[in-house]
């Protein structure tokens, strides 16, 4: 019994002799709760967060008059209640309407956002908005409309009021069941409705006073920055300095992506860090020039309080995207330790960093920006850490000195969010490191320092030359991009990973990081497990798009679709998460459909399917009944012959997108909205069998 109760209290023991270096541990536990509560297939009732508040304060009591050996688990145990909390308040805090209807007509608001779209098309995110015929207490909060017009109309510029004839709906589902839902990060980002328009934008009412005025200064920079660096180059810095990325053709933004530099646009934590070590030791060592105040004035602490309002102005200038509030806490936690004279840069400031985020905003932790950008920064950490400095300066050239922080961290980093990047964009890009070590040291040395300087010199009207460095350092980035991206086998596709592989890479690095000694060697079951899972994870015999438009049938050349053109965004997504970079129209002529394209036949699991699309598809859907067991027609179907399975727009609302598999005896039925979430449209009766089969034809 001795024996068994040593066993049993062993790791608590451990446990407790580990506190002071547990803390790393607290965001990941935290973001389990997080995983988890995205995971429920319902909204949680009160009970449940009642369950997580009681846990929190049993947990709090227990700290306080309980047994010391209990604390870490019961500390984990509150994370993981912690997570949920922080959940269940996000949701409430963010609730908006949502257009359950198309909508189509006049369009009023305020401009608050402008980027393009993945069609390269100007887009404009609205606030304050008004639709003809909808209550306003169903009006969305705010809109996105892509502006599609071939005539020129007003110039979008923050806080103006605009008006235009726009096509709205609401956020669309998963593009296939288990993918990135954008209608969640819609409903999170108090998004309600998205469209395009074919009409001009017009000017309705000028900016208010005060209105948007961060806004309107990072468009009034980003537009004088481009009006004296004209072209991509000046776009990519003013995209860099401002988080203005509405210049940036969609030519640019792929070679970026392709060449694995596309984290230099992005306002993250090196760009941060740039800028933010430039004001630090422009002010510091300024400082330290002038002796009387040298001898006075602690300079050190003095640049540390300047850099941390040059970083709060920055955040607020870049549009406070995930990645950007991550380096700022870091940068935070680094300068306050500066000023209370203690290490600066550890896991302990990264894990405050997750802790701070997943408690303001647990859905971030879904966001591809957050989980690499912690994946980078804390890989960053412990690998710098593991190597001695003095060990590489006794073992290295001098010469090679410089260089090896450089070669390391583009290593390091690299390596960190390969898989992430993998999963989330199915595309690896094998020149990466390469591609980084040619642009990151201009980068640091060359566009983010000209930045500031013509920041500070601007108001002077002497701006032009640092302008002009900034220029050129852009232009060298955006050469080695598009030379890179240019080379061949430049893009590797990667199938889209099943839903358990991320975690388990997650959990493998972190306790390769975090433990010590041997027990590093743990880590090495969940990555094999990762591994072995993404390998074998298998894609949908059949996908069909929500709104009925699109039929992909896999195989053995790839994916075969049932139309060249039309639901680009639908046809991207289900080649990029097969693995697959070919086009739409290459795709579109592979064996595995048949026919004209507005009838086109398909076999799969011994179903055979036909996808009807275009003028008069209403019309052939009992000719296609005549030849298939299931039909799926792009327009809504009102009379449909007896026998035949009939998918249309109407009968799709219900359940979204479709992914089937074969089994025996037929095609079993996966749908895109089977969860009931807050971010959750309703859904009319009228689901789907769980298994297709083949049926008599009438």
């Given at each position: 019994?001795?024996?068994?109760?040593?066993?049993?209290?062993?790791?608590?023991?451990?446990?407790?002799?580990?506190?002071?270096r547990l803390?790393?541990?607290?965001?990941?536990?935290?973001?389990?709760?997080?995983?988890?509560?995205?995971?429920?297939?319902?909204?949680?009732?009160?009970?449940?967060?009642?369950?997580a508040?009681?846990?929190?304060?049993?947990?709090?009591?227990?700290?306080?008059?309980?047994?010391?050996?209990?604390?870490?688990?019961a500390?984990?145990?509150?994370?993981?209640?912690?997570?949920?909390?922080?959940?269940?308040?996000?949701?409430?805090?963010?609730?908006?309407?949502?257009?359950?209807?198309?909508?189509?007509?006049?369009?009023?608001?305020?401009?608050?956002?402008?980027d393009?779209?993945?069609?390269?098309?100007?887009?404009?995110?609205?606030?304050?908005?008004?639709?003809?015929?909808?209550?306003?207490?169903?009006?969305?909060?705010?809109?996105?409309?892509?502006?599609?017009?071939?005539?020129?109309?007003?110039?979008?510029?923050?806080?103006?009021?605009?008006?235009?004839t726009?096509?709205?709906?609401?956020?669309?589902?998963?593009?296939?069941?288990?993918?990135?839902?954008?209608?969640?990060?819609?409903?999170?980002?108090?998004?309600?409705?998205?469209?395009?328009?074919?009409?001009?934008?017009?000017?309705?009412?000028?900016?208010?006073?005060?209105?948007?005025?961060?806004?309107?200064?990072?468009?009034h920079?980003?537009?004088?920055?481009?009006?004296?660096?004209?072209?991509?180059?000046?776009?990519?810095?003013?995209?860099?300095?401002?988080?203005?990325?509405?210049?940036?053709?969609?030519?640019?933004?792929?070679?970026?992506?392709?060449?694995?530099?596309?984290?230099?646009?992005?306002?993250?934590?090196?760009?941060?860090?740039?800028?933010?070590a430039?004001?630090?030791?422009?002010?510091?060592?300024?400082?330290?020039?002038?002796?009387?105040?040298?001898?006075?004035?602690?300079?050190?602490?003095?640049?540390?309080?300047?850099?941390f309002?040059?970083?709060?102005?920055?955040?607020?200038?870049?549009?406070?995207?995930?990645?950007?509030?991550?380096?700022?806490?870091?940068?935070?936690?680094?300068?306050?330790?500066?000023l209370?004279?203690?290490?600066?840069?550890?896991?302990?400031?990264?894990?405050?960093?997750?802790?701070?985020?997943?408690?303001?905003?647990?859905?971030?932790?879904?966001?591809?920006?957050?989980?690499?950008?912690?994946?980078?920064?804390?890989?960053?950490?412990?690998?710098?850490?593991?190597?001695?400095?003095?060990?590489?300066?006794?073992?290295?050239?001098?010469?090679?000195?410089?260089?090896?922080?450089?070669?390391?961290?583009?290593?390091?980093?690299?390596?960190?969010?390969?898989?992430?990047?993998?999963?989330?964009?199915?595309?690896?890009?094998?020149?990466?490191?390469?591609?980084?070590?040619?642009?990151?040291?201009?980068?640091?040395?060359?566009?983010?320092?000209a930045?500031?300087?013509?920041?500070?010199?601007?108001?002077?009207?002497?701006?032009?030359?640092?302008?002009?460095?900034?220029?050129?350092?852009?232009?060298?980035?955006?050469?080695?991009?598009?030379?890179?991206?240019?080379?061949?086998?430049?893009?590797?596709?990667?199938?889209?990973?099943?839903?358990?592989?991320?975690?388990?890479?997650?959990?493998?690095?972190?306790?390769?990081?975090?433990?010590?000694?041997?027990?590093?060697?743990?880590?090495?079951?969940?990555?094999?497990?990762?591994?072995?899972?993404?390998?074998?994870?298998?894609?949908?015999?059949?996908?069909i798009?929500?709104?009925?438009?699109?039929?992909?049938?896999?195989?053995?050349e790839?994916r075969?679709?049932?139309?060249?053109?039309?639901?680009?965004?639908?046809?991207?997504?289900?080649?990029?998460?097969?693995?697959?970079?070919?086009?739409?129209?290459?795709?579109?002529?592979?064996?595995?459909?048949?026919?004209?394209?507005?009838?086109?036949?398909?076999?799969?699991?011994?179903?055979?399917?036909?996808?009807?699309?275009?003028r008069?598809?209403?019309?052939?859907?009992?000719?296609?009944?005549?030849?298939?067991?299931?039909?799926?027609?792009?327009?809504v179907?009102?009379?449909?012959?007896?026998?035949?399975?009939?998918?249309?727009?109407?009968?799709?609302?219900?359940?979204?997108?479709?992914?089937?598999?074969?089994?025996?005896?037929?095609?079993?039925?996966?749908?895109?909205?089977?969860?009931?979430?807050?971010?959750?449209?309703?859904?009319?009766?009228?689901?789907?069998?769980?298994?297709?089969?083949?049926?008599?034809?009438?």
């Amino acid at each position: 019994m001795a024996v068994l109760t040593g066993w049993l209290t062993r790791p608590l023991e451990m446990l407790a002799e580990a506190r002071g270096r547990l803390f790393p541990w607290v965001p990941l536990v935290m973001g389990t709760g997080v995983w988890g509560w995205f995971l429920l297939p319902e909204e949680p009732g009160r009970a449940v967060y009642a369950a997580a508040l009681a846990v929190v304060l049993a947990v709090a009591a227990l700290r306080l008059w309980g047994p010391e050996a209990l604390h870490p688990p019961a500390a984990a145990v509150a994370a993981l209640a912690c997570g949920v909390l922080a959940c269940g308040l996000r949701v409430e805090m963010v609730r908006a309407p949502v257009l359950t209807s198309d909508y189509y007509g006049a369009v009023t608001g305020r401009v608050v956002w402008i980027d393009r779209s993945q069609g390269d098309a100007l887009r404009v995110t609205l606030d304050q908005v008004q639709l003809d015929r909808v209550p306003p207490e169903r009006v969305p909060r705010r809109v996105r409309v892509a502006l599609r017009s071939k005539s020129p109309g007003h110039a979008p510029f923050p806080g103006e009021v605009v008006m235009l004839t726009a096509r709205l709906s609401p956020p669309a589902g998963p593009v296939e069941p288990g993918s990135f839902d954008f209608r969640r990060m819609a409903y999170f980002e108090g998004l309600g409705a998205t469209g395009f328009s074919t009409t001009p934008l017009m000017l309705w009412a000028a900016a208010a006073p005060g209105a948007r005025p961060v806004d309107r200064l990072r468009s009034h920079l980003s537009s004088g920055m481009q009006a004296q660096m004209p072209g991509q180059a000046g776009a990519f810095a003013a995209g860099a300095m401002t988080g203005d990325r509405s210049g940036i053709s969609a030519a640019t933004a792929e070679a970026l992506r392709d060449s694995s530099l596309a984290h230099l646009l992005a306002i993250s934590g090196m760009n941060l860090a740039f800028l933010i070590a430039f004001v630090f030791a422009l002010i510091r060592y300024g400082l330290a020039l002038i002796p009387w105040i040298a001898l006075r004035i602690n300079t050190k602490k003095v640049a540390a309080v300047a850099s941390f309002a040059v970083a709060a102005f920055y955040l607020a200038l870049s549009g406070s995207n995930v990645a950007t509030e991550r380096a700022f806490i870091m940068v935070s936690v680094m300068l306050g330790a500066v000023l209370l004279d203690r290490q600066a840069l550890t896991l302990r400031s990264v894990a405050l960093a997750g802790v701070i985020l997943l408690a303001w905003k647990p859905e971030s932790l879904l966001d591809p920006g957050f989980q690499m950008s912690f994946a980078a920064t804390v890989a960053l950490i412990a690998g710098f850490r593991a190597v001695d400095r003095r060990v590489v300066a006794g073992h290295l050239p001098t010469w090679v000195v410089p260089l090896f922080p450089l070669v390391l961290s583009s290593v390091i980093g690299g390596f960190a969010t390969a898989p992430y990047a993998a999963a989330h964009f199915n595309r690896y890009a094998a020149y990466g490191l390469i591609a980084n070590l040619l642009t990151v040291p201009v980068m640091g040395a060359v566009v983010m320092p000209a930045g500031a300087v013509a920041a500070l010199l601007a108001p002077l009207g002497l701006a032009a030359p640092a302008l002009w460095l900034m220029e050129r350092g852009a232009a060298w980035i955006l050469w080695v991009a598009h030379w890179v991206a240019g080379w061949e086998g430049a893009v590797a596709a990667v199938p889209a990973p099943g839903p358990l592989v991320l975690p388990l890479i997650t959990l493998a690095g972190a306790l390769v990081i975090l433990l010590p000694g041997r027990w590093r060697g743990l880590g090495l079951g969940p990555a094999l497990l990762a591994g072995a899972l993404w390998l074998g994870a298998t894609r949908p015999l059949v996908l069909i798009s929500a709104d009925a438009a699109l039929v992909g049938v896999l195989g053995p050349e790839g994916r075969a679709l049932s139309a060249p053109t039309g639901a680009g965004f639908v046809a991207e997504n289900w080649l990029a998460n097969d693995g697959d970079l070919a086009p739409q129209e290459v795709a579109a002529a592979r064996p595995g459909m048949r026919g004209a394209v507005g009838l086109r036949l398909f076999e799969a699991g011994g179903v055979t399917g036909a996808a009807l699309k275009g003028r008069g598809a209403a019309a052939r859907v009992a000719e296609a009944c005549a030849q298939a067991d299931l039909v799926v027609v792009s327009v809504v179907v009102d009379a449909v012959p007896d026998g035949c399975l009939v998918l249309d727009p109407a009968r799709l609302h219900a359940v979204g997108a479709v992914a089937l598999q074969a089994v025996d005896g037929g095609l079993r039925v996966e749908t895109g909205l089977g969860a009931r979430r807050a971010w959750s449209a309703p859904r009319p009766p009228g689901g789907l069998d769980a298994v297709i089969r083949p049926g008599a034809r009438p």
